[in-house]
């Protein structure tokens, strides 16, 4: 066939031309737009980090001092353990009841798309909702033995956990299967003539290949762990305290965004300590997903 | 084919320029002139109202105002719960409230630099008295009362009535006690019983650690006002004197309720619906509270309110719970012509014999020297208490430090004791009430 200079062809000089020279009509809005609703409040959020400050456009330069009482204050750590240890078990438990499901129903069942969308529609419910719903559920069950979620830390605890869980698994199973289906079907057969059984196929072939999913869901089920706060404030609001005998209190399921917020509203001169424990939030969650991104990223393999 | 994708894509380009040029269709000017001929009409209103109850009407107000004089004003309401969120978003903005609340000395603390000086105004000297009034550390008048309140027990007297007692018959915690008792155990002959529900969940725990325990700061302010400035600055520490009596109102109000204590930290009560359906004959409350019950059918006539009786001495000429976190700041940052225009709608407000009438329907009372008579009956009611000679308890409550943390803490203490009634768990809950004073102070001021 012979090759035509088509001057409608889209890589046409008729028509890249135009989309050269008025691309940044389009990209202005979008840039635009993320300057003004990222860039922006970052950079000056970070700048305030080192004021004293009751609303933005006031300020009053103070240095280093409100990270000094940031990383001095006790309920700051204790946060910080408790969203670390959540962050971990929601990963781990996303993550394998994810890939379980995506599995499941991958393997040509009946009724798989149907299970999909139900195993995803959690996901479409924002988290300020979800808690008020699953602090309904947890206190109807706890109710018949007068009690609440609010009574118990471990409660707290499972009881986020939960419901992380039935919110996040259906996002990360729908990652996992398009993972799934893109694991070639020789390789699958190839397996199975060489003598594979189910599990040796599954940890030798479908693994290895899924690994770029794998990467994907367990950054963001990390950084989602580490950054939660909808659900934490409307579920447990950090509730039960532990009262000390001096009068201070220990908000024993406070993760680390609601601790952030809670210094915030203190009162006049804690908003830069807690701009101060928002800029250490944001490296913290920058390390951690990165360091987790270059460490799986390495076992992903090329097909 | 490919014929068609270009074509496809010009038609998407143009369709997305065309869609560019739809955008910006504003086109009211807001420099335009209000109306020809009402020329002095410079400044506006930004009022950032408090009280979502207050809503509707204020809005009408504004309306009513505008019309008349072509000031422009603007109602905004925060939600429950959020006002000092909204607060501190909108004083951001370049067209920040020129009215806002600062209801109680943590948010002096907070908002005083953005306060004007009140002294002088023309609607300071519209006020009726003194009491209302909160300065800042440098004796600055940052916010003046707009409306108060008062708070106590609401008795259903029909209901108490047909138990066999009568309202005249309480005159101090022991024959309080002695009536809620007797109704707690014919509460299944007589088809009710004496306290609502106590909700220990936010709709409701307030009315706890809000205002019953009002009545421990109280008298400890009566025993020394020198440590709370006479009245105009918080103690930086409690003494915790009347604990035991916080707890003799509090344990009977609880265990004599129609709801178990332990089921009382989930919430989710409706104690305004059980006082309304006649199940309960008290109901730990305050004054807002008529327009609620008289909507739900109830005759305010049959109600009356009672002091916190909890074993004080002297209590016999205890008074209710009166004054309000209601405080109009005005904008010093603001324009001197939008000043002027809220000071003008303020003394409107407040002077106008329809418009005050209006506000005072959604207020309750308005401590101002030409504005309408109150028609709330609890309100009524705490004044005859005052004729009496007895003596008013005043919201030492608006003091608390921190008061959101503060207050979340003794909800859990509340919440534990509230679970397993033991001493170790009351002591709990008097460190959380009184050393987490202590603490909270200190995280705002130190």
Same mark, same amino acid.
């Given at each position: 066939m012979k090759r035509s200079?088509?001057?409608?062809?889209? %890589?046409s000089d008729m028509i890249r031309k135009p989309i050269q020279r008025w691309a940044p009509l389009f990209l202005v809005p979008m840039v635009a737009a993320f300057l003004i609703g990222f860039v922006w409040p970052f950079f000056h959020g970070l700048f305030l980090s080192f004021c004293k400050f009751k609303t933005t456009s006031k300020w009053e330069w103070v240095g280093l001092l409100n990270y000094e009482k940031a990383l001095a204050d006790e309920s700051f750590i204790y946060s910080f353990g408790f969203t670390a240890v959540f962050a971990i078990v929601s990963l781990v438990l996303i993550n394998v009841f994810a890939f379980a499901v995506a599995y499941a129903l991958t393997q040509k069942i009946k009724g798989a798309n149907l299970f999909r969308t139900v195993f995803f529609m959690? %996901?479409?419910?924002?988290g300020i909702v979800l808690g008020y719903i699953w602090s309904m559920i947890f206190d109807g069950f706890l109710g018949y033995y007068q009690t609440s979620i609010l009574m118990d830390k471990e409660w707290g605890f499972w009881g986020l956990i939960i419901l992380t869980c039935w919110q996040q698994i259906g996002y990360m199973m729908i990652i996992y299967i398009a993972g799934l289906q893109a694991v070639p079907e020789d390789m699958l057969e190839a397996a199975k003539i060489d003598g594979a059984n189910g599990w040796q196929t599954l940890f030798k072939v479908t693994i290895p290949n899924v690994m770029p999913s794998i990467t994907i869901c367990t950054f963001l089920s990390l950084t989602n762990g580490f950054k939660l706060f909808d659900q934490n404030i409307a579920l447990t609001g950090g509730y039960p305290y532990i009262i000390n005998p001096d009068g201070t209190s220990v908000h $024993? $399921?406070?993760m680390l965004a609601l601790n952030i917020y809670n210094t915030f509203y203190v009162g006049a001169n804690t908003r830069g300590v807690a701009q101060a424990k928002a800029v250490l939030f944001f490296i913290l969650v920058a390390t951690l997903a990165i360091a987790q991104l270059t460490a799986t990223r390495k076992k992903e393999v090329q097909q | 084919m490919k014929k068609l994708l270009a074509m496809l894509m010009a038609l998407v380009m143009v369709l997305s320029f065309a869609a560019c040029g739809e955008t +910006?269709?504003? @086109? /009211?000017? +807001?420099?335009? @002139? #209000?109306? @020809?001929?009402?020329?002095?009409?410079?400044g506006s209103v930004y009022w950032l109202n408090f009280k979502p109850e207050s809503d509707e009407v204020l809005k009408e107000l504004a309306a009513k105002y505008t019309a008349e004089t072509g000031v422009e004003v603007k109602i905004e309401t925060a939600a429950s719960g959020t006002y000092n969120e909204t607060l501190t978003a909108e004083m951001d903005k370049s067209e920040a409230p020129t009215i806002f609340v600062v209801g109680n000395q943590a948010a002096v603390d907070t908002w005083g630099d953005y306060c004007l000086d009140l002294t002088g105004t023309a609607i300071e000297a519209e006020l009726n008295t003194d009491a209302y009034k909160l300065y800042d550390a440098d004796g600055k008048l940052c916010s003046i009362g707009y409306c108060y309140e008062c708070y106590g027990i609401i008795v259903n007297n029909a209901l108490l009535n047909e138990a066999g007692h009568d309202v005249s018959e309480i005159t101090n915690f022991e024959t309080l006690k002695a009536v809620v008792e007797d109704i707690t155990a014919r509460s299944e002959e007589l088809g009710f019983g004496a306290f609502t529900s106590n909700a220990m969940d936010s709709s409701s725990s307030w009315r706890y650690t809000g205002h019953m325990i009002n009545l421990e700061y109280y008298y400890e302010y009566v025993d020394d006002n020198a440590a709370w400035a006479n009245g105009t600055a918080a103690a930086p520490t409690l003494t915790g004197a009347y604990m035991d009596n916080f707890k003799n109102l509090y344990d009977l109000a609880v265990v004599n309720s129609i709801v178990d204590r332990k089921e009382l930290a989930n919430g989710g009560f409706d104690a305004q619906a059980e006082f309304a359906e006649g199940k309960a004959v008290f109901y730990v409350q305050g004054s807002w509270e008529a327009g609620g019950l008289e909507g739900k059918g109830m005759d305010l006539s049959t109600l009356s309110m009672i002091p916190y009786y909890c074993g004080v001495e002297g209590e016999e000429k205890a008074g209710l719970n009166c004054g309000t976190e209601n405080y109009w700041a005005i904008n010093?940052?603001? /324009?001197e012509e939008d000043i002027q225009a809220t000071i003008d709608f303020m003394v409107w407000l407040v002077t106008d014999p329809e418009a005050s009438e209006a506000a005072v329907g959604t207020f309750g009372v308005m401590p101002y020297k030409s504005a309408a008579v109150s028609t709330n009956p609890f309100l009524a009611q705490a004044n005859a208490y005052l004729g009496d000679g007895c003596y008013n308890m005043a919201?030492?409550?608006?003091?608390? @430090?921190? #008061?959101d943390a503060y207050r979340a803490t003794a909800v859990n203490a509340l919440n534990a004791y509230n679970a397993d009634p033991t001493d170790a768990n009351w002591a709990t809950v008097v460190t959380a009430f009184i050393d987490g004073w202590a603490v909270q102070y200190q995280a705002v001021n130190g």
């Open positions: 200079h088509d001057s409608a062809a889209v %890589n959690p %996901n479409l419910i924002g $024993t $399921t406070e | +910006p269709e504003e @086109p /009211s000017d +807001p420099e335009a @002139p #209000v109306e @020809p001929g009402e020329t002095e009409a410079t010093g940052d603001a /324009s919201w030492i409550t608006n003091f608390q @430090p921190n #008061v």
